[in-house]
């Protein structure tokens, strides 16, 4: 019934999305949103940021970097915030909400929540459902690999790695304990067998650059979240992309949170119901090939077949213990150095 109430209260000013707290005037207002840049940054400020500027008269203001600085952000601003919102990993959203960092998601305060699929606003609200499958040579790999392929002799030394602690490398660790027979809470595991590939040929901190080599054959293959991998691949010919299906892909999750005792929290609460709106949910899918989380954005056949788009793909994936991985990354951080790269 408030959704029904809402809609028909807004058919009387505009054709804007449901959104709480319409009628005060924010010129002067300024929201603060922490994410990560790129791609990312632009479609926010385009479907995001700029109707909720063109409604409220409020500036938003972008602050660029990666989810671990803005988790240490919230810590060190746990009694003065000056973060409204922010973009967390799958894995940093519960602990956020456990330590009294961020407001729990309700759907009451942000009514689009209501249309995410049930269970994913896990500590804040689901934005975007991507996997971590294998970006590979083609040169290399004329069929698509599956997880074990990359064990074989032709291909020891020949990987590529995003630097640790990463999402990548945690997944990458868990199908490595899955190879051996056991999972990632036996890391002993886990690492004899991963470093079984060799010191990688390059721990990589843009995709330019792994792509550039791996469409040259001089990497064989690199584990990669899709979404950014398959909005690039049309630069390159020669790099490949698959879903492994033994075990099947590691589910990584986006999500976005209202900062607790945030400066602006009205306008907070607007900005996200507009990111899990149909039409950025739409362009996320369209645009970066993030999986959507609002259960009614609509895509072709196409455009489904690159992203995760249900709840039934998303238990077909590898979802891991994170709560524990996390606990276990400074001394994961040390093992990979030693045991991984070889320093």
Not at 12 to 19: E, G, I, Q, T, Y
Not at 97 to 119: M, N, R
Not at 121 to 144: Q, T
Not at 277 to 290: I, M
Request: charged share 20%.
């Amino acid at each position: 019934m408030k959704r029904i109430a809402c809609y028909a209260a807004l058919t009387a000013v505009s054709l804007f999305p449901c959104l709480p707290a319409l009628a005060q005037d924010y010129s002067g207002h300024t929201l603060v949103v922490g994410t990560w840049g790129g791609d990312i940054e632009r479609l926010l400020r385009e479907h995001v940021a700029g109707p909720l500027e063109a409604k409220t008269g409020a500036k938003v203001e972008f602050l660029l970097g990666g989810s671990g600085d803005r988790m240490s952000k919230m810590v060190a601003e746990r009694n003065n915030p000056t973060m409204d919102v922010t973009f967390q990993n799958i894995y940093e959203a519960p602990a956020a909400l456990k330590e009294g960092l961020v407001v729990a998601p309700d759907a009451a305060l942000v009514p689009t929540a209501a249309d995410v699929w049930a269970g994913m606003n896990d500590g804040c609200y689901a934005m975007s459902l991507v996997g971590l499958g294998i970006a590979y040579s083609k040169a290399l790999f004329p069929e698509a690999p599956e997880w074990a392929d990359l064990w074989k002799a032709e291909f020891k030394g020949k990987m590529a790695y995003a630097p640790y602690p990463s999402s990548e490398g945690d997944g990458m660790l868990a199908v490595a304990a899955r190879i051996a027979g056991v999972d990632e809470h036996d890391p002993d595991a886990a690492f004899a067998k991963l470093a079984e590939l060799g010191a990688p040929v390059l721990s990589y901190s843009s995709l330019d650059e792994v792509f550039t080599l791996m469409d040259a054959g001089e990497i064989a293959a690199a584990p990669m979240i899709s979404g950014y991998v398959l909005s690039n691949l049309g630069n390159y010919e020669g790099i490949g992309f698959v879903f492994p299906k033994d075990p099947g892909p590691v589910l990584v999750r986006d999500m976005v949170c209202q900062v607790a005792n945030s400066p602006e929290p009205e306008l907070a609460k607007m900005f996200i119901d507009l990111a899990l709106s149909v039409e950025t949910q739409t362009a996320y899918a369209k645009e970066l090939n993030f999986g959507p989380t609002n259960s009614k954005v609509e895509l072709t056949e196409e455009e489904a077949a690159r992203v995760i788009n249900t709840p039934e793909e998303v238990k077909s994936l590898l979802q891991l213990d994170w709560s524990y991985i996390i606990e276990q990354r400074s001394d994961w951080t040390d093992r990979w150095n030693k045991q991984i790269l070889g320093q």
